[in-house]
């Protein structure tokens, strides 16, 4: 079975820019969040999409949003970027089952630079 | 708000045990995991405790949870070079949701 799939790996942006990242969950995972990287901040939570629909969002701006299509497959979009968005962008879905169980699985990332 | 917190770095030499620590403030804690993380990989999920276990273990990996103290521990018997990465602890209410991550400790394994 194939894990979480990031793309692109790398980024390269100018302030000012918009951004789209793309993650595809692992098949049969119906839940897809989204994590920021930074050395400062460590990982923070950005926000969970469930059946197409934001289930919980972290403490970000409104420039950060995402969306998630009828196959579980995500985007996250960041707009007007700064460069203090530059960050490893993570992705993690999960079965959402509600099973004790249930783990969080992660992609590789993106890595955003933003000049 | 929840704060996880983690030592910043533990160096050990290869084969012995390596011991890494981590505490947290959310008493509705009922998931904490352990990950890691190489260089430029993501997260690879290591193992999970549920918050009414005092311990678990899964081959080379030992999670301690003190509840009451809110401290959670990772040892790693017979570490191997293999080992050094960052290691985080996260925290979480549901499983798998909105988890909150420590800072992560470097681990470096000395041949």
């Known amino acids: 079975k194939a894990g979480v799939t990031q793309t692109p790996r790398y980024l390269i942006k100018t302030r000012g820019q918009q951004v789209t990242l793309s993650c595809s969950p692992i098949?049969?995972?119906?839940?897809v969040s989204w994590y920021q990287q930074t050395p400062g901040q460590g990982l923070q939570f950005l926000f969970e999409?469930?059946?197409?629909?934001?289930?919980n969002k972290g403490n970000f701006p409104g420039r950060f949003s995402g969306r998630q299509f009828s196959n579980s497959r995500s985007e996250m979009n960041v707009s007007t970027l700064e460069l203090g968005d530059s960050a490893l962008y993570l992705c993690?879905?999960?079965?959402?089952?509600?099973?004790?169980?249930?783990?969080?699985?992660f992609g590789s990332g993106t890595q955003l630079s933003v000049l | 708000g929840e704060d996880v917190e983690q030592s910043l770095f533990l160096s050990v030499r290869e084969g012995d045990s390596s011991v890494i620590n981590c505490t947290y403030t959310?008493?509705?804690?009922?998931?904490l995991y352990w990950y890691k993380q190489e260089p430029g990989a993501g997260l690879q999920l290591l193992t999970y405790?549920?918050?009414?276990?005092d311990m678990k273990q899964d081959q080379r990996l030992t999670v301690l949870l003190n509840k009451k103290d809110k401290h959670l521990s990772l040892r790693i018997a017979d570490t191997q070079t293999g080992d050094s990465a960052i290691y985080f602890c996260?925290?979480?209410?549901?499983?798998?949701?909105?988890?909150?991550f420590g800072g992560g400790t470097r681990l470096m394994v000395k041949p």
């Open positions: 405790i549920f918050s009414n276990m």
């Open positions: 999409y469930f059946s197409e629909t934001q289930r």
């Open positions: 959310d008493s509705s804690s009922t998931y």
């Open positions: 996260a925290e979480s209410y549901n499983a798998g949701n909105m988890l909150t």
């Open positions: 098949s049969g995972h119906r839940s």
């Open positions: 993690a879905s999960r079965n959402a089952t509600g099973t004790l169980n249930e783990k969080l699985f």
